[in-house]
């Protein structure tokens, strides 16, 4: 155990080694198990809906659960749900070794999800333990988040890479061993959970699992609306809007919510949450288009696409440094402003000018990066800052929660613009101009669309966070 918050990120280097590697793991999974998708198909004999439930299936648990298991580690331990946690994600992972047919791969999928689940909301709970300087936390968040955007982007990549010499298995044992350095990293680098602070209030297990409902079925939703259109979507969102309603009559009627709804009103924690669901957004209309566009409509190889993709990934990982000056000498409000346009004017670039060069898509990639890179560390630390000492992990859990359900949305929205767009598949968008073109128009309005919003979050969020009640 520490005796004294540590002067260096040096001097608790496997503990942050150990946290970098959980976020690293919980932002590669989806990334680079998509790459083996057609593999898995023929060796298990999927069909279409198998895969769909092998990707959604992680999705919806990993969003769905980490508020709950965030509120569940503010009072029994944060640091012992995290042991716990990566206990359970290695064996989950391993057992994909045992896997003969497409539903037990979907099991095994959905038991990582739920594990994923319970390390997430730990991962920067645990980095606000160690320090109590701001410039370091600023200084480890955003080392962390740096790992895994970074591991987010290069997914892919390295999914195929590793696809051509070992079979599609490897990509799920692999967590195994990095789930075992992070625990070993934790265990011996974060102090124990001292209980004397943690959350004594009850858990709410009604407001859980309405909370857990509502986002497992909001999740489903944008997933239906992007595979199968809106129609298809409707009754999963009449279910997502009863059980937020009933959550919020619960949370509002409970003498012990999950977490109180007055800390989300705090002008930084609700702008910071803003900030958060606008990067979402963002980052879902790049996610989707760029690949589709490089490899679909200019004909690239997939090898030639993934380093496409390179300025995004080398923005990332050279402005990690300078984040924590850039804060120091603009502070922290006006820093996240600036980040939060970079974003907003990249995603314009995008839109109105990617078909022309893939100059505009290198310069829309860097500048979106930047600011994402900006916005994530300083709204990561604003929203912990803004919460009390015993519900970091709920706090944590709502930032993540915030950008994966506004990735979610953003993806339905470009998805479903996409398809109305196109008289066939995806496949067929490089069959003739007129095809090529249609994408291009759809891409353009999807994320016109998602820029507009991104937008008015942002001059929301920026207002709000001048305000100090």
Avoid at 14 to 29: K, N, Q, R, W
Avoid at 139 to 150: D, M, Y
Avoid at 428 to 441: C, K, L, M, Q
Wanted: hydrophobic letters at 55%; charged letters at 10%; one cysteine or more.
């Amino acid at each position: 155990m520490l005796d004294a918050r540590p002067a260096s990120l040096r001097a608790v280097w496997p503990a942050i080694l150990g946290l970098s590697v959980v976020f690293l793991v919980e932002m590669l999974d989806n990334s680079v198990l998509g790459v083996a998708l057609p593999t898995i198909a023929r060796e298990l004999h999927a069909s279409a809906t198998d895969l769909q439930w092998i990707t959604s299936g992680y999705s919806l648990l990993f969003g769905g659960l980490m508020i709950a298991f965030g509120a569940i580690a503010d009072r029994y331990g944060t640091r012992r749900m995290m042991l716990i946690g990566l206990s359970l994600f290695a064996l989950a992972s391993l057992a994909v070794l045992f896997v003969r047919t497409p539903g037990e791969l979907v099991a095994v999928r959905a038991a990582i999800g739920v594990t994923a689940a319970m390390t997430a909301p730990g991962t920067m709970a645990l980095c606000f333990r160690l320090f109590d300087q701001e410039n370091l936390l600023m200084r480890a968040t955003s080392l962390i988040a740096t790992v895994g955007l970074v591991g987010m982007a290069v997914g892919p990549t390295v999914g195929g890479l590793i696809l051509q010499v070992s079979p599609w298995q490897t990509l799920l044992v692999m967590n195994v061993p990095i789930a075992i350095l992070a625990f070993v990293c934790i265990r011996r680098g974060i102090p124990r959970d001292d209980f004397s602070k943690r959350n004594t209030t009850p858990l709410d297990l009604l407001g859980a699992m309405l909370g857990t409902a509502t986002l497992i079925l909001v999740l489903w939703t944008a997933t239906q609306a992007v595979e199968n259109g809106w129609r298809a979507a409707i009754p999963s969102l009449v279910g997502a809007l009863l059980s937020a309603a009933a959550f919020v009559v619960r949370e509002r009627g409970t003498e012990h919510p999950i977490f109180d709804i007055k800390l989300i009103k705090r002008p930084a924690v609700s702008a910071s949450l803003a900030y958060e669901a606008a990067m979402g957004l963002g980052m879902a209309a790049i996610a989707y288009s760029v690949s589709l566009q490089l490899q679909l409509v200019w004909g690239w190889s997939p090898a030639q696409a993934a380093l496409g993709n390179l300025p995004q990934v080398i923005v990332l990982i050279a402005v990690g440094p300078f984040v924590e000056k850039f804060a120091e000498k603009l502070g922290t409000q006006r820093a996240g402003a600036i980040g939060a346009t970079m974003v907003v004017i990249g995603l314009l670039i995008y839109a109105l000018l990617s078909r022309y060069d893939y100059v505009f898509i290198a310069v829309a990639l860097a500048l979106t990066a930047a600011g994402m890179r900006v916005v994530a560390t300083i709204a990561g630390v604003t929203v912990m800052r803004g919460l009390p000492e015993d519900q970091t992990s709920t706090g944590a859990a709502l930032s993540d929660t915030s950008q994966e359900v506004a990735g979610s949305v953003g993806m339905a929205i470009t998805g479903t613009i996409v398809a109305a767009a196109l008289a066939g598949s995806l496949t067929t968008i490089g069959s003739s101009a007129a095809a090529s073109h249609s994408f291009e128009n759809a891409v353009t309005t999807a994320t016109l669309a998602l820029t507009a919003v991104c937008a008015g979050l942002v001059i929301w969020a920026a207002s709000r966070s001048t305000k100090t009640h």
